[in-house]
């Protein structure tokens, strides 16, 4: 797992090319009238989801991990909590890693949990349990790009 800020990268001076890349692509070419939905960075070893979501009690949210994209999630608008495990994930729920490269479980092990501000991201790597679209106080609306990429396109 990386977090830092889109805004700040030179914090994160360790942070791999290809995910700087994603992430200047993001600043440079999302905006608040860029359409929901899936929008092509290099096919499909990386793209971007757009989604407009509310988030809910934590009690109410899934976990979950992939196998083959890792995710940069990055707040556009609101306001995020953002739960998730340094162990391994426990047995899934829901495994649909062949078909949609998604497994579910209701939560990690010894979750932590962080708050993720407007142009805050966390990069998660394939096998690394989260939780998205938290609550903090009330639920509330949230405005996100989630960038999928391959581990094999690094």
């Known amino acids: 797992m990386i977090a830092g800020n889109i805004h700040h990268l030179e914090l994160v001076p360790y942070l791999p090319a290809k995910l700087k890349q994603a992430i200047e692509y993001i600043k440079s070419n999302i905006t608040n009238d860029t359409p929901l939905g899936k ?3 290099d ?3 990386v793209f971007v ?3 407009n979501d509310s988030t809910d009690e934590l009690q109410n949210r899934r976990a979950e991990y992939h196998e083959r994209y890792l995710d940069i999630q990055i707040v ?3 306001e995020e909590g953002m739960v998730f495990s340094n162990l391994p994930a426990g ?3 829901d495994n649909w890693l062949a078909d949609k490269d998604i497994a579910f479980l209701p ?3 010894q979750e ?7 142009g805050d991201f966390v990069v998660f790597y394939p096998g690394e349990v989260h939780k998205p679209l938290c609550a903090v106080g009330k639920p509330a609306h949230v405005r996100k790009a989630v960038v999928k990429m391959l581990v094999s396109a690094l």
């Open 39 to 41: 929008h092509d960075i």
């Open 43 to 45: 096919g499909n070893n």
């Open 49 to 51: 989801l757009i989604s």
């Open 76 to 78: 556009l608008k609101g």
């Open 91 to 93: 047995t899934p729920t």
């Open 107 to 109: 939560s990690g092990k």
């Open 112 to 118: 932590r949990q962080m708050i993720m501000q407007e």
